[in-house]
């Protein structure tokens, strides 16, 4: 898929990469490609391997600030804004500015017109799919807890968003 290749390109040979659960990455093969290809120290499978209990505060501190953060959004304005949605917000941080480097993969048909459509994106499209997604994986119900906005990134080149041209992901 050309995402993986794009990606390959955006990152260097041993990069520490963090992600999300994110449908956008697990259908383009991303997250096969960062967790399992031995070419990138991902932090998910390290997290997931650390007991909560005893090492929350070692997990939320590696977690916090990766020097990549990969993810999605679930809508991105005709000027430019992204939205992301969140039940817990742990993605969220890293996004505002806990990471180095943020690199998003979004599928062109979460392209809307304004942040009111955005919004409305999210309530009526993405979560109800997430809420079922969450049912099915972890036996909870989903919530819109946090909404990011992002209208501009200060640091040159510290966000790339790529753009596929199919559906991908909510």
Do not use: W
Not at 25 to 48: A, C, H, K, M, Q
Request: charge should be negative; avoid cysteine.
């Amino acid at each position: 898929m050309q995402s993986t290749v794009t990606l390959s390109r955006a990152l260097s040979y041993g990069s520490e990469v963090h992600h999300g659960a994110s449908q956008s990455l697990d259908v383009s093969g991303i997250t096969e490609e960062i967790d399992e290809s031995g070419r990138y120290d991902s932090l998910r499978p390290r997290i997931f391997s650390m007991d909560r209990q005893t090492r929350a505060d070692e997990i939320r501190r590696m977690s916090s600030a990766p020097e990549v953060m990969l993810g999605s959004v679930h809508a991105v304005t005709e000027t430019g804004s992204l939205l992301a949605a969140s039940m817990g917000g742990s993605q969220l941080g890293p996004y505002v500015s806990g990471a180095g480097r943020v690199i998003l993969v979004v599928g062109t048909q979460k392209i809307v017109s304004d942040l009111d459509e955005g919004l409305r994106r999210i309530e009526e499209y993405s979560f109800p799919l997430e809420d079922a997604r969450a049912q099915a994986a972890y036996g909870i119900h989903s919530a819109v807890n946090k909404v990011l906005i992002i209208n501009r990134e200060i640091t040159p080149g510290r966000i790339t968003v790529v753009f596929v041209d199919e559906v991908l992901g909510f």
